[in-house]
């Protein structure tokens, strides 16, 4: 399916349609125009009708005028599906398709969801949710795909195509530096322009390069301002140096703080037009805001909203499309491919026609275990658990039993009658999502006060301590123990990781995630989940995390930079994830040594099933005269190999992969020294195949 709207920020602009746009502005009324940079009607849907609870329908999102036959818009959360009090599909959460590293089933992801939400009736959707995860504690670290900037704006951008392909706009969140939970609506990040460009911003500029048409602003302030208040954020880096063509909105319920934003570069208002509505009209009489701003929001509502609208469709949308079938298929072939095998000592995969029993332990196995209850959250018709997967995919001669772990005397009994024993352990929404503060995010808006809050980041980094207790039980019992995590990011598990024979991530995987599991674990689907973040042996050896901070600073080292610069080998590399088969790398060969130097190796599956590879470029820094990280991702593809197969896999590297943010010169420079190119299955595997290159002259012009 094409992607209609690619060079939505970099193509030139429509001479007709900007003409059409101008007509339209010159001829609304100030009030007009400024009726459209607000949503209208949450709160009296919000405390009226839907008691309360978030996400009930598509929110007015903007836009809207009558005397021009213009309708409003309508924002639909997500990014586990498409968010409405109807049933939708959900899919595995974002952290899960992360690990799938798959450009391509990603966008499928992303059609389906929009797909539902056009069929809800939503014209932009919320799904893109890009932030860097800088700490696994943040609460909200589900919801996004990873630590590694080209690896989001990769999976971004695939969520992004696939959205718009279907004419939804599709908004990157949250703009940008935004990875604490409890002090989202405070922090301030303090960053340098280098870390900002390096680290921070480049995958929302790879998803905006892929057409993404809108942009909601973050809670917490960037450099002293609130997000949607800052002038270098949205004036200078969005709409001025990426040429970004579409609109800024602000998140929901104390996302702005003044008229002023509209100045710094924010179009719309959410929920709704608090400060914007009245107030703007008159900030604008009193001359605090020029109306040559209210007039270019209007244009950029309008040159998206007309763009999309007028495309044609490439099907019609109803209810039956809503958590139809070709959708849940397509969440559980999701899951079945973000699985990460971290250890098997001969333990998987099962054979489910073997005569055995498994003993399934933990509560968690029989929970339905989705992820977190903010505005991610969907409403699927059914769970499947991992417990009543395994049961029903399990052949006449398995026993599957069950024991929820509550009494450890019970528990070992039923361990030590067992073949094999899969534990499930792990977080749940109380543990770890998105912090909906309540009463103190309504003040002066809810009179009643009836909103309680919840979610958050994450207290530990490790297990819970009867999670912990429970393997160390386990594995005192029975050798063929599995141990399933079921979390949104990196969990410490140095004190047992050495015990169980295996250890998988499940994350919280969707409502076919229990099917999906089991396909994995009987061996119909060979695993090939990576992980898109380091697991580190230690808490200590991750950046300064605090949840309650009023201020922060970000620096350019966080996840596996950090570990490599700071000389710490990670418990599990990022990138890492076992196979049912084996993969061996031929060296690598320079093809090409001018400005485009492309790199070639052969990859070969050496066991006896299929499988699938991701193989990472990386490329190192190591003759840099400045500070830079010791070797940074670069590239990724997939490749799936019969047993005995071999296939070649290109990357080409250009002079924008080795460039560091100059912030004296404001300017992305390429030092003129040697670099290395590193390929393999981790970022620690790829530093044993390594070749050093130059790039010619021509280059640096
Ligand atoms: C979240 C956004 C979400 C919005 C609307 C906010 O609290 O931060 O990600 O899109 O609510 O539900």
Redesign the pocket.
């Known amino acids: 399916m094409a992607n209609a709207h690619k060079d939505f920020n970099t193509a030139p602009l429509d001479p007709a349609l900007e003409q059409e746009v101008r007509t339209i502005v010159n001829d609304l009324s100030l009030t007009e125009k400024i009726k459209m940079l607000s949503g209208h009607g949450f709160f009296e849907n919000f405390f009226g009708e839907e008691n309360r609870q978030?996400?009930q329908r598509a929110?007015p999102a903007g836009s809207g005028n009558e005397r021009h036959g213009i309708p409003s818009l309508h924002?639909c959360?997500g990014p586990r599906g498409a968010r409405h009090k109807r049933n939708t599909t959900c899919f595995p959460v974002t952290m899960a398709r992360g690990a799938t590293w798959d450009r391509n089933i990603e966008r499928r992801v992303g059609e389906a969801i929009a797909i539902e939400a056009r069929a809800l009736g939503a014209s932009i959707s919320?799904a893109v949710?890009i932030n860097l995860l800088r700490h696994p504690a943040w609460g909200r670290a589900q919801e996004t795909y990873g630590e590694d900037p080209v690896h989001l704006g990769e999976m971004g951008a695939a969520l992004t195509e696939g959205l718009q392909t279907h004419n939804i706009i599709a908004t990157a969140?949250?703009f940008a530096v935004n990875s604490i939970e409890n002090s989202r609506f405070k922090v301030d990040v303090r960053v340098s322009d280098r870390a900002l460009h390096e680290v921070y911003l480049p995958h929302f500029k790879r998803v905006l390069m892929s057409g993404c048409a809108s942009v909601?602003s973050a809670?917490n302030k960037i450099n002293g301002d609130y997000c949607a208040h800052s002038v270098p954020l949205l004036r200078k880096i969005l709409k001025g140096q990426w040429g970004f063509k579409g609109f800024v909105h602000s998140?929901?319920?104390k996302g702005c703080y003044g008229e002023d934003a509209l100045t710094a570069g924010l179009d719309v208002e959410m929920p709704e037009g608090i400060f914007y509505g009245s107030n703007l009209e008159g900030a604008v009489g009193r001359g605090e805001v020029d109306e040559a701003h209210i007039d270019e929001a209007v244009t950029r509502i309008l040159r998206t909203q007309f763009t999309f609208a007028r495309t044609d469709d490439p099907r019609t949308y109803s209810d039956e499309d809503l958590a139809c079938n070709a959708h849940i298929q397509l969440s559980r072939a999701v899951a079945e491919k973000s699985f990460v095998l971290l250890k098997n000592d001969d333990l998987l995969p099962l054979n489910p026609n073997d005569t055995q029993t498994i003993a399934v332990i933990g509560k968690l196995a029989d929970e339905v275990n989705l992820g977190d209850r903010?505005?991610?959250s969907v409403n699927p018709p059914y769970a499947v658990t991992l417990l009543n997967g395994l049961t029903s995919a399990a052949g006449p001669n398995t026993t599957i039993v069950f024991d929820d772990g509550s009494d450890p005397k019970r528990m070992t009994k039923c361990a030590e009658a067992a073949d094999v024993v899969i534990a499930i352990v792990g977080y749940t929404w109380e543990n770890e999502g998105?912090f909906?503060p309540g009463n103190e995010a309504l003040e002066g808006l809810d009179p009643d006060k009836q909103l309680p809050s919840r979610g958050g980041d994450r207290d530990s980094l490790t297990l819970l301590s009867s999670d912990e207790a429970m393997i160390a039980k386990l594995s005192d019992t029975n050798d063929r123990l599995l141990v399933g995590v079921m979390s949104g990011s990196a969990v410490i598990m140095e004190s047992w990781r050495d015990k169980p024979a295996a250890i998988m991530m499940t994350w919280y995987p969707g409502m076919e995630g229990g099917n999906a599991f089991a396909s994995v674990i009987f061996g119909e689907i060979n695993p090939e989940g990576r992980l898109p973040f380091s697991i580190p042996a230690d808490a200590d050896h991750l950046p300064f995390f605090d949840a309650e901070a009023d201020e922060i600073k970000y620096g350019l080292y966080h996840g596996y930079t950090l570990l490599e610069k700071s000389g710490h080998r990670a418990a599990f590399p990022f990138g890492y994830g076992l196979s049912y088969t084996d993969f061996t790398y031929s060296d690598i060969r320079q093809t090409k040594g001018d400005s485009l130097p492309t790199f070639e190796i052969d990859v070969t599956n050496t066991g006896d099933r299929p499988g699938t590879e991701t193989v990472q470029l990386y490329i190192g820094f190591g003759e840099s005269l400045i500070d830079r990280p010791v070797k940074l991702l670069r590239g990724f593809e997939k490749v799936t190999l019969r047993p005995g197969e071999t296939r070649t896999v290109a990357f080409s590297v250009s002079p924008q992969d080795l460039a560091y943010y100059d912030a004296t010169a404001q300017s992305w420079q390429v030092e003129p020294v040697g670099y290395t190119a590193h390929i393999g299955a981790n970022s620690e595997d790829a530093v044993t195949r390594t070749v050093r290159f130059e790039l010619n002259q021509a280059a640096y012009s």
């Open positions: 978030f996400g929110y924002f959360d919320g949710c969140k949250h909601m809670y998140d929901w319920v903010g505005s991610s998105e909906i």
